[in-house]
């Protein structure tokens, strides 16, 4: 056999991209959240849905570009040793400490995406341009897990980005920039439109209610598909009735539904739980960093992210690949990966702008 006896197949795989991680571990924290993020989504679905028309107003492309390097400029992204240019899917890429490039991409339809990819790809790269320099060219350089990276990414684009104190200091500017677009829409208005949850097909322009479910929905065929419990050919029928049972909608076709993500065309089976183990952990890391840093939410609304940044720096960044991905979280926070502080974060934002 090429490779170590695991407790499960899936293991093998999962280690790819969590390493340490166990199958068991992540089906432990699923079960725990698929039941409240479920319940989350029906009771949000039987309240008064947010209006949101004039975020699919026409936006100059330029003029958003414009705005979402200003904010990561304020973030912290360091230009010396980076670069943005578009591209059809947005990524970050690391040539070496030095060399961290982002891209962002322009929809017409859904122009607001270009901002929030901007800054979900700076949170990626200012992990890595905060990795010790006296790593380069060893194993250690780099961030340690895809779920920790995901778990910057997603802070920067979500927890910071779509929060009300943000905006708070950002909004007069956006519609400054977007006067006829944003003509009559009070912050209040604004910030409930860019948080709207609706079940849909397409798991990356997913909102933050209802992204995991997409996420534990691939992860059960993946399992299902390497302990041999599912076959090839039933995928797009089970896809369907877990999207029906889930999400209450079906895809009307399988471009919209089990052919949509790259990830099973290349072989990265293992990859998609840890887009949803980020989102824990930046909801996990931010409990503690709002304990350390107790003003935080006023120097958000002052446009002011150092000490944000500078936490993140010292208990994340700098450490590289140093830690496995559960030790750095325990090291960190005091628990392992856990969903209950991703529940809390869901549930108080949702309820606010829902009245629930």
């Known amino acids: 056999s090429f490779f170590p006896p695991a407790d499960h197949p899936y293991d093998t795989l999962l280690d790819d991209y969590e390493p340490g991680m166990k199958t068991a571990e992540v089906k432990a924290i699923f079960d725990g959240l ?11 679905a039987a309240t008064k849905q947010v209006k949101d028309d004039f ?15 200003n904010v990561i400029t304020q973030y912290g992204y360091d230009w010396n040793r980076g670069r943005q240019d578009k591209a059809p899917h947005p990524f970050e890429t690391s040539f070496n400490v ?10 017409a339809d859904n122009p607001m995406a270009t901002l929030f990819s901007t800054f979900h790809e700076s949170g990626h790269a200012m992990y890595e341009q905060g990795v010790n320099p006296a790593y380069e060219r060893t194993p250690l350089a780099n961030g340690t897990s895809l779920a920790v990276h995901e778990s910057q990414s997603r802070m920067w684009e979500n927890l910071v980005g ?34 709207k949850v609706e079940p849909s097909f397409i798991r990356v322009n997913a909102d933050e209610a209802t992204y995991n479910l997409h996420i534990m929905l691939r992860l059960e065929l993946e399992i299902g598909m390497v302990e041999g419990s599912i076959a090839i050919k039933d995928l797009p029928e089970i896809w369907n009735a877990k999207m029906q049972e889930y999400f209450g909608i079906t895809p009307p076709n399988d471009a919209m539904g089990v052919l949509q993500d790259v990830h ?26 709002n304990k350390d840093i107790r003003d935080l939410d006023d120097q958000i609304r002052q446009g002011n ?17 140093k830690y496995d991905p559960q030790d750095l979280v325990q090291m960190v926070t005091g628990s392992k990966i856990a969903p209950e502080p991703y529940v809390r974060y869901l549930t108080k934002k949702y309820s606010e702008i829902y009245g629930l």
């Not at 698929?34 to 949000?44: G, N, S, T, Y």
């Not at 030095?98 to 929809?107: A, K, L, P, S, Y």
């Not at 905006?167 to 677009?181: A, C, G, R």
């Not at 930046?282 to 503690?288: I, P, R």
């Open 34 to 44: 698929r039941p409240k993020q479920v319940k989350l989504i029906k009771a949000i």
């Open 55 to 69: 975020l699919h107003n026409k936006y100059n492309e330029k003029k958003l570009w414009d705005f979402g390097v």
């Open 98 to 107: 030095n060399d961290v490039r982002i891209t962002t991409r322009f929809e």
């Open 162 to 195: 779509r929060s009300l104190t943000f905006w708070e200091h950002f909004y007069p500017k956006l519609k400054k920039t977007f006067p006829s677009q944003l003509d009559g829409v009070s912050l209040k208005s604004f910030y409930k439109a860019i948080n």
């Open 264 to 289: 099973w065309s290349y072989g990265s089976i293992g990859y998609f739980s840890t887009y949803a183990l980020g989102n824990l952990v930046s909801a996990q890391l931010w409990e503690k960093i």
């Open 305 to 321: 992210f150092s000490e944000l940044l500078g936490w993140l720096r010292t208990k994340v960044h700098v450490h590289g690949h």
